[in-house]
């Protein structure tokens, strides 16, 4: 059974960093595709950055600050998120599914399997 448990959230500054990891179970990561998301309060589930048919995409909002990573050996998914700004504010969630993500998806329907999230916050 695939299981996606997020960790790193947390609180930080405007112009902080965090780096978010998914640990995936049940399954190989190289044989899913997978992404994160996030979900800020009163606003539809979208895309952050997926990996995608042999590259990775990252949505506009976040392009030049976020970027993806994993670690197959481990069956680890990583985000590594730079000059956090308070619209980064949102619960983050990792996903992985037999198709291919899309970044511009929003809503629950855009992955198969979903962790639990991880929040983060970004204050001014």
């Known amino acids: 059974q695939v299981q996606l448990v997020e960790s790193g959230g947390g609180s930080v500054q405007t112009g902080g960093s965090l780096r978010l990891s998914c640990a995936a179970s049940?399954?190989?990561?190289?044989?899913?595709?997978m992404g994160w998301f996030r979900q800020a309060p009163g606003k539809e589930r979208e895309g952050v950055s997926i990996?995608?048919?042999?590259?990775?995409i990252v949505a506009d909002t976040v392009k030049g600050r976020f970027a993806i990573s994993r670690d197959n050996a481990n069956n680890t998914l990583y985000l590594h998120m730079n000059s956090l700004q308070p619209d980064d504010t949102a619960m983050y969630y990792c996903?992985?599914?037999?198709?291919?993500?899309?970044?511009?998806?929003?809503?629950?329907?855009?992955?198969?399997?979903w962790g639990p999230g991880t929040q983060v916050t970004v204050s001014s």
């Open positions: 990996y995608s048919l042999g590259t990775t």
């Open positions: 049940g399954y190989n990561v190289r044989s899913y595709f």
């Open positions: 996903a992985a599914a037999k198709f291919p993500l899309r970044v511009d998806c929003t809503g629950d329907y855009c992955s198969t399997y």
